[in-house]
T-cell receptor, first 116, second 113 residues
Framework: AQKITQTQPGMFVQEKEAVTLDCTYDTSDPSYGLFWYKQPSSGEMIFLIY??????QNATEGRYSLNFQKARKSANLVISASQLGDSAMYFCAMREGQNQGGKLIFGQGTELSVKP | KAGVTQTPRYLIKTRGQQVTLSCSPI?????VSWYQQTPGQGLQFLFEYFSETQRNKGNFPGRFSGRQFSNSRSEMNVSTLELGDSALYLC????????????FGEGSRLTVL
């Protein structure tokens, strides 16, 4: 079974509008972390936002927010006021357990295109 | 503060050869993880080194190996290259704790002919 599922292979959004990228996860470990990364065509993975399983509030970082719904095992990324530079691949990832520091499980990604 | 540095950025090898990739983590970070990214399989975890010891390992054959030095720099080696090893190899650096973020380098793009 997929541990991280991103159901949107590609999405379009108009510049200055908000967009939500979906991510669902599957784990039986009570301790886990959820990440979102952006990968432009250059290849570098850029860290966007992190949510721990015990965090009470949804994480926010500038124009990025993570809509964390624990009971539904959902961790959607919301990008507000989209910019042309937001066009890229976006990956949701999970770290399970306490001793998996550098081991992330990634979803297949969503390619976001921002239209002017 | 310098980011994660990977060398070389691009390289071409032929089947049967071996390759060594290098990663210098962010200063002060003790954990280095390696990932393989291909169009078909996506991003897959290879292994993680923390304080010179392999802490986690993914599901890759023994041809893939790595090590970490006392200054936290890491190398990964792939022996007896196969066409399917063509990929972007990404290195990630972190402080090594359960809640720490991972910061990635720009990757080494390997093409096997």
């Amino acid at each position: 079974a997929q541990k991280i599922t991103q159901t949107q292979p590609g999405m379009f959004v108009q510049e200055k509008e908000a967009v939500t990228l979906d991510c669902t996860y599957d784990t039986s470990d009570p301790s886990y972390g959820l990440f979102w990364y952006k990968q432009p065509s250059s290849g570098e993975m850029i860290f966007l936002i992190y949510q721990g399983s015990y965090d009470q509030q949804n994480a926010t970082e500038g124009r990025y927010s993570l809509n964390f719904q624990k009971a539904r095992k959902s961790a959607n990324l919301v990008i507000s006021a989209s910019q042309l530079g937001d066009s890229a691949m976006y990956f949701c990832a999970m770290r399970e357990g306490q001793n998996q520091g550098g081991k992330l499980i990634f979803g297949q990604g969503t390619e976001l295109s921002v239209k002017p | 503060k310098a980011g994660v540095t990977q060398t070389p950025r691009y390289l071409i090898k032929t089947r049967g050869q071996q390759v060594t990739l290098s990663c210098s983590p962010i200063s002060g970070h003790r954990s280095v993880s390696w990932y393989q990214q291909t169009p078909g399989q996506g991003l897959q975890f290879l292994f993680e080194y923390f304080s010179e010891t392999q802490r986690n390992k993914g599901n890759f054959p023994g041809r893939f190996s790595g090590r970490q030095f006392s200054n936290s720099r890491s190398e990964m080696n792939v022996s007896t290259l196969e066409l399917g090893d063509s990929a972007l190899y990404l290195c990630a650096s972190s402080a090594g704790y359960a809640t720490g973020e991972l910061f990635f380098g720009e990757g080494s793009r390997l093409t096997v002919l």
